[in-house]
């Protein structure tokens, strides 16, 4: 049976899952998404990815077309039609088709579109030995051009930071921001264990507000791990005890290897991988 697709409140066979060329998400990415995990048939923290959804819309002038609720309803429908128990949800909300000018005035009606399928996960190689990451040279884009806080379907920042990591035979890369400070990863954020602490760099260093982040943060307070959201480095992260990633496709994947580096011992830390264990109980049970 073919995938089914929701696009403005039907279902398509997925062959069939159409949008117009002069849609402007597709000639200009202007438009906004989501990506989101299903376990055990559940959508994970589907209103915190509802709500930055909202955010990044409201941020770039874009007025979702129909209510939260029905937001959730249509993904929980697309989830259950399609029989995805443990998988992967991408939500986009698009401008619309319009003319071939800029003008989002001149769009028609947004675009709600979810696509669930099935997802192809990390071997489990990368997390029994964790990751090796390479910092690129592509920055993140600086906030005040376009704020890495919109999850925004211009994805070509990260697109170019990825290139440049896969060709140094990397999955992931580092990105820094305008002022050199670590910022995040082309899909996930980065954290440290430095001294018994967790760090990762705060919002405001221009990444995006994770939600799998914001769930590793409350694990580890509820363990009493102090968390500290600060500037960083690529030397606070050379001389970490650990490094992990945070994604809602990656989960917790931890790194052993920055820039030829080896971090720590080389070999994936206690607190991630209790973090690892934890963030497994929290989306198994
Ligand atoms: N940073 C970037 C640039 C991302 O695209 C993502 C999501 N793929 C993340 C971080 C991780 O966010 P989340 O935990 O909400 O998936």
């Known amino acids: 049976m073919s995938l089914k697709v929701y696009i403005a409140g039907k279902l398509y066979d997925k062959e069939d899952a159409k949008v117009s060329v002069y849609d402007h998400g597709f000639l ?120 890495p806080r919109i999850k925004s379907l211009n994805y070509l920042n990260n697109i170019l930071a990825k290139i440049e990591g896969i060709q140094a035979g990397c999955v992931e890369a580092l990105m820094l921001n305008h002022k050199g400070e670590v910022a995040e990863c082309t899909g996930d954020n ?49 001389i970490a005890d650990e490094c992990f990633l945070t994604g809602s496709a990656a989960e917790v994947v931890p790194v052993i290897k920055v820039d030829s580096r080896k971090i720590g011992d080389g070999k994936p830390g206690s607190t991630t991988r209790r973090l690892m264990s934890l963030f497994r109980e929290a989306t198994r049970s």
């Open 190 to 238: 980065i954290f440290l264990v430095s001294r018994g602490q967790l760090l990762t760099p705060p919002i405001d260093a221009g990444i995006l507000e994770g939600i799998t982040r914001d769930v590793v943060i409350e694990l580890a307070e509820k363990e009493d791990i102090t968390v500290r959201q600060i500037p960083l480095t690529k030397h606070d992260v050379y």
């Open 28 to 147: 200009y990415g202007d438009g906004v998404f989501e990506g989101m995990r299903v376990y055990g048939g559940k959508v994970f923290r589907l209103e915190e990815h509802l709500d930055r959804l909202w955010n990044s819309a409201k941020a770039i002038w874009l007025e979702v077309p129909i209510s939260k609720e029905e937001m959730a309803d249509a993904v929980n429908e697309t989830v259950r039609t399609n029989g995805i128990d443990d998988g992967y949800v991408r939500l986009v909300v698009s401008r619309g088709a319009g003319t071939l000018g800029l003008d989002p005035n001149k769009t028609s009606n947004p675009q709600v579109i979810v696509i669930a399928d099935h997802i192809v996960l990390y071997p489990d190689e990368y997390y029994e030995k964790g990751l090796e990451i390479i910092t690129v040279s592509t920055i993140r884009n600086h906030p005040t051009a376009l704020n």
